[in-house]
């Protein structure tokens, strides 16, 4: 089974600071992987995924992730963070196993706070 | 764009309770999910459900919960005689090319 871990549990920045959010899963097969956002008292969006191709992967509101496979790693960036980017965000994993069927294992979750 | 949608947002049930769970998943997607999130935990998955039959379980969905897909439209989730420690989150969810699509969730609280 897959597992995904996420190195921070809480990040506290400034407005237009940079943002690196740590992703890394455990899994010997090919994998599709993804960041979801959960804004406070609202669901999961989807900000980006990756299934194959360029490894580094723009998503919306200016994120974008990076695919390393030699050290299973999905890290999610912004280079500039607004207030309105406060949320807990969630990287998560899916076995390729048949099209269009995603499993998620997902980590733990980093909440993040933007500091205005 | 399209969306999954859940009702009710929230639901509050007596312990030994029946609830059932609504979903409306986005019209052309094939592949249907529930995963809940338990207060302060991870989201954890529970079921997969394809071409109107379970595909795939965790377990955690033991015989207390069923899904059904009704009619062209619905998916839901049933817990039959709800616990305490079934009060959490519950996020319907269907995929297609695009992804993996979650709807805003059922708060569920088991009094």
């Known amino acids: 089974a897959q597992s995904v871990s996420q190195h921070n549990h809480h990040v506290i920045l400034s407005e237009a600071a940079s943002l690196e959010l740590g992703c890394n899963y455990s899994y010997g097969g090919t994998v599709n992987l993804f960041w979801y956002v959960q804004y406070p008292g609202q669901h999961l969006q989807l900000l980006l995924k990756?299934?194959?191709?360029?490894?580094l992967v723009k998503g919306i509101k200016g994120f974008e992730a990076e695919f390393i496979k030699s050290k299973f790693s999905f890290n999610l960036r912004k280079p500039s963070v607004q207030w309105s980017d406060t949320a807990e965000y969630f990287c998560a994993v899916s076995p390729l196993l048949f099209i269009n069927d995603y499993k998620l294992s997902f980590g733990a979750g980093t909440t993040v706070t933007v500091r205005a | 764009e399209p969306e999954v949608t859940q009702t009710p947002s929230h639901q509050v049930t007596q312990m030994g309770q029946e609830v059932i769970l609504r979903c409306v998943p986005i019209s052309n997607h094939l592949y249907f999910y529930w995963y809940r999130q338990i207060l302060g935990q991870k989201v954890e998955f529970l079921v997969s459900f394809y071409n109107n039959e379970i595909s795939e379980k965790s377990e955690i969905f033991d015989d207390q919960f069923s899904v059904e897909r009704p009619d062209g439209s619905n998916f839901t989730l049933k817990i039959r005689s709800t616990k305490l420690e079934d009060s959490a989150m519950y996020f319907c969810?269907?995929?297609?090319?695009?992804?993996?699509?979650f709807g805003p969730g059922t708060r569920l609280l088991v009094l």
């Open positions: 990756y299934f194959s191709g360029d490894p």
């Open positions: 969810a269907s995929s297609g090319k695009a992804g993996k699509y």
